[in-house]
């Protein structure tokens, strides 16, 4: 299948104990592993203008607790589009979701398992995940206090 125009790069990464980024979903056109040894594996995925894809980036602390979790669902796009900077996006993107902090990617990645169940989310128009982060951020507080219900303004 020859490709269409410019695309875009996203660099995959799995090291024991310090990150894990990586493809949620998405049908990259084309995939280089390079370099898999003991503990790390480096993949670069790319993408067609376009195209929708799921990227989740995580670190954890010394005591494998979470120390920055950020979870995106993305629109490939070309240089001359108005573009994003996203982690491990070259040369950037479209956010159409964004979600940070442990609670809110957790419950977007399940949400996003339920979409699966229904077939493939890359196939689904980008605007159909567009200003959903929204409606996630205010349901799910990153953190819940009992002390801010009794808070007065």
Same mark, same amino acid.
């Given at each position: ?21 990586? $493809?949620?979903?998405? +049908?990259?056109?084309? @995939? ?8 790390? &594996?480096? =993949? ?51 956010? $159409?979701?964004?979600? +940070?902090?442990?609670? @809110? ?8 398992? &339920?979409? =699966? ?37």
């Amino acid at each position: 299948m020859p490709v269409r125009g410019p695309l875009t790069s996203v660099d995959l990464l799995f090291e024991e104990h310090r990150c894990n980024y990586r $493809l949620v979903f998405g +049908n990259p056109v084309i @995939r280089e592993q390079i370099d898999k040894t003991f503990g790390l &594996t480096y =993949e670069r995925v790319f993408f067609e203008t376009g195209s929708v894809f799921c990227l989740d980036l995580w670190e954890p602390t010394a005591a494998g607790r979470t120390r920055r979790w950020k979870t995106y669902v993305l629109q490939a796009g070309t240089v001359g589009d108005l573009l994003t900077a996203v982690p491990q996006v070259k040369p950037g993107a479209k956010v $159409l979701m964004e979600s +940070n902090g442990a609670r @809110r990617c957790k419950f977007l990645l399940a949400w996003i398992k &339920t979409l =699966e169940e229904q077939g493939d989310p890359a196939a689904l128009p980008g605007t159909f995940f567009e200003g959903r982060d929204l409606w996630f951020q205010g349901m799910v507080p990153e953190q819940w206090q009992p002390a801010d219900l009794n808070r007065r303004a």
